[in-house]
């Protein structure tokens, strides 16, 4: 069995904290990762983690060397993957990666790659942890941690939570989304998906409640959630509402969402800006059930970490000095 080898890929913002790399590199060291590409942690450009150029050829990449990562991990989000779409080699990226195991892996300002790549290349990509704000956090979360070697090692994975929907449901299709105004930023171009009959999870960070409103009311009014089988929310972090609101938040958002829509809405996902999040591959069969206060998502057919591949213990959290 060889060590899984795990690329670091910033196409997003510089590392803002070392500090938080510095012990997400050596947590997936400590638990047997060899780590590539520690590079780009030195790159920074304005606000990015390099050049366009930089941080596209991060990608780009993978279409031609040698040997390919088992992981490749994106450090952290931001802005700036936006920039880089026009730029994806996705003819020479699908013809490399389709057949292949190695997992892109990222989330927030990653869901822009994401989309890009299953529209234009066909590939399956991870919404999960990334270097700097998961593997390198003060403290290490344990359903994170174990739940993405699950779901990266294994063919088929589940993610099960306690939800505040009442309603019952059972549903198929398509598991897809990401981070909400990201992925509503690319309505109307060629890098948003055109998925049928899909069960779309969103979530995101620093918006007001009546931004997310209007970012949920767009995927409404633009025929986008006619289209799903169901909607489900994650972590909206930092998302407060201003005095002017007079106790409007994102409960009440999505109370509104949920009248108008027509799909049901399942809540309490643990995916976004949190520590507690699930690994979810994108554009993958997965099937959601709902019922007495659970929810649980089964998925699989996602690439997954070769037979010759080792992986590390899912139920011990590495411990560095």
């Not at 088992?70 to 080699?89: P, Q």
């Not at 010759?308 to 213990?313: G, K, L, N």
Request: aromatic share 8%; hydrophobic share 40%; with cysteine.
């Amino acid at each position: 069995m060889t060590s899984p080898t795990v690329r670091l890929i910033a196409p997003s913002g510089y590392p803002h904290d070392p500090d938080a790399m510095t012990r997400g590199v050596a947590r997936l060291r400590a638990a047997g990762c060899v780590v590539e590409g520690t590079e780009v942690l030195d790159r920074v450009e304005q606000r990015y983690a390099g050049s366009d150029a930089d941080r596209v050829a991060d990608l780009n990449r993978l279409a031609i060397q040698p040997s390919l990562p088992d992981i490749a991990l994106a450090v952290r989000g931001g802005y700036g993957a936006t920039r880089l779409l026009e730029h994806l080699h996705y003819g020479a990226l699908r013809e490399r990666l389709s057949d292949a195991s190695t997992l892109l892996v990222g989330h927030s300002d990653f869901t822009a790659i994401q989309m890009a790549l299953y529209t234009k290349s066909g590939l399956t990509t991870f919404g999960g942890p990334m270097l700097g704000p998961d593997f390198g956090a003060p403290e290490l979360n344990g359903l994170m941690w174990e739940h993405f070697w699950c779901a990266v090692s294994q063919a088929e994975a589940t993610a099960s939570w306690a939800t505040p929907t009442t309603a019952e449901l059972e549903v198929e299709g398509p598991l897809w989304g990401g981070n909400l105004a990201v992925l509503c930023s690319l309505i109307g171009t060629p890098y948003f998906p055109a998925i049928e009959g899909g069960i779309l999870f969103v979530e995101d960070v620093g918006e007001p409640p009546f931004r997310i409103e209007r970012l949920l009311y767009q995927l409404h009014l633009s025929g986008v959630l006619d289209r799903q089988r169901a909607l489900v929310l994650g972590h909206f972090t930092h998302c407060r509402p201003h005095s002017y609101d007079n106790g409007y938040d994102t409960d009440a958002a999505f109370d509104q969402i949920s009248r108008v829509a027509r799909v049901p809405v399942i809540r309490g996902l643990p995916f976004g800006h949190e520590p507690d999040k699930f690994t979810l591959p994108f554009g993958v069969p997965a099937r959601l059930r709902v019922a007495a206060g659970q929810a649980s998502l089964h998925f699989g057919g996602h690439p997954h970490l070769a037979g010759t591949v080792s992986r590390p213990d899912p139920g011990t959290l590495p411990q560095i000095p």
